[in-house]
């Protein structure tokens, strides 16, 4: 069967978003963007999308008629079929969608070098930079205090995280979950992951913070929820680069699946899940001090209290304390990484 359907997905939509690209591309050259009032419209969204999507459809069907060999083709060829070499197409496309991303980034993101060097912008940053960089350190007990509460919030939503995402990167992992029944429930729990690992710990501080009140058990609850889905990931993408010899010699020994993952999958995988577990922690840190700007508790907390009243030596004094611990926990965990290598 030569129909592969991941090859197509892929070149269609890349079509589209080609097409789309050019469009509104040529819209604002010259000068004839769509006014804001349409383009947020529900109706134009979608009928945009369709009539991409049909174009990027019909783009593919000629490419494979004309026997081209596309970037998907490139990217999704089937095991055992030579990876395209003579073809240069797929490298013209490459560098084609790479150039239009790269002029749409920057004029979505309205990149002015005017706005940067302005006399009165300038001046109003130097005198934020010149209270950060003079702290008062009159704080720094309260800051001390406060970054002791991020690390324990960190540690706990850490601690909590793991045992789920061990067990759930099991069924996370694409070569433990054979068969129609596995495959589905594996398809359920990464869509459902990828759901929830989307959605930022600073929204999931928001909910909690509605759910249980402001303080830094919304932030361990948040920061919990968002390491199950990222180590479960992390874990089961682990287990599927798995050397499979010990596994099948342990099956031919007649082991049960259970065995054949204790025996067979976990001595191989127990170090990398140490090293991404202390990585994970690390990132927990520093994101419990994001997630305390919308009460997730924490120095993120006294971070925005103070920011908020303009007082900028006490906040050069809290960076000072983040700084020094982000640095102190980076420098630890890469020596205990490189120690269980």
């Known amino acids: 069967m030569n129909f592969n359907f ?9 079509n589209a978003y ?20 349409t383009t947020t419209s529900g109706s134009f969204i979608l009928n945009t999308f369709a009539i991409f999507f049909a174009l990027g459809t019909a783009a593919e069907v000629l490419l494979g008629v004309l026997k081209i060999k596309t970037l998907g083709e490139q990217l999704f060829a089937r095991p055992g079929v030579p990876i395209i070499q003579s073809n240069a197409f797929w490298k013209t496309q490459l560098y084609f969608i790479l150039l239009l991303t ?18 009165s912008g300038f001046l109003g940053a130097m005198r934020l930079f010149k209270g950060i960089f003079s702290p008062n350190f009159d704080i720094l007990p309260k ?34 979950m054979k ?22 710990p600073l929204i999931w501080a928001i909910i909690f913070s509605v759910w249980v009140g402001i303080g830094p058990f919304a932030g361990m609850l948040a920061l919990m ?52 577990t202390i990585y994970r922690w690390d990132i927990n840190v520093r994101m419990a001090t994001i997630i305390g700007l919308v009460g997730g508790g924490g120095i993120g907390t006294m971070l925005i209290q103070y920011q908020g009243q303009a007082l ?21 965990s890469a020596y205990i990484r490189e120690a269980i290598k």
């Open 102 to 119: 790269l002029v749409a980034s920057f004029l979505m993101t309205k990149v002015s070098i005017i706005d940067l060097i302005d006399e």
């Open 6 to 14: 991941k090859k197509y997905i892929f070149n269609i939509t890349l």
């Open 18 to 37: 080609s097409l789309s690209v050019i469009y509104f591309l040529a819209l604002y050259f010259a000068g004839a963007t769509p006014d804001e009032e």
């Open 225 to 276: 929820l968002h390491s199950i889905a990222s180590l479960t990931k992390q874990y089961s993408e682990i287990v599927e680069c798995i050397f499979d010899g010990p596994v099948e010699g342990i099956k031919a020994t007649g082991a049960s699946r259970l065995q054949t993952i204790r025996y067979g999958v976990v001595p191989q995988i127990v170090l990398p899940y140490i090293s991404f």
């Open 143 to 176: 800051a001390i205090l406060a970054i002791i509460e991020t690390i324990f919030i960190a540690f706990l939503a850490t601690f909590i995280a793991v045992p789920f995402a061990f067990f759930l990167s099991f069924v996370g992992a694409k070569n433990i």
């Open 179 to 200: 068969g129609p029944v596995a495959f589905s429930i594996y398809m359920a729990l990464r869509t459902f992951l990828n759901i929830v690992r989307s959605v930022e």
């Open 312 to 332: 900028w030596r006490e906040v050069g004094c809290i960076v000072v304390v983040i700084a020094v611990v982000v640095w102190l926990l980076d420098t630890g």
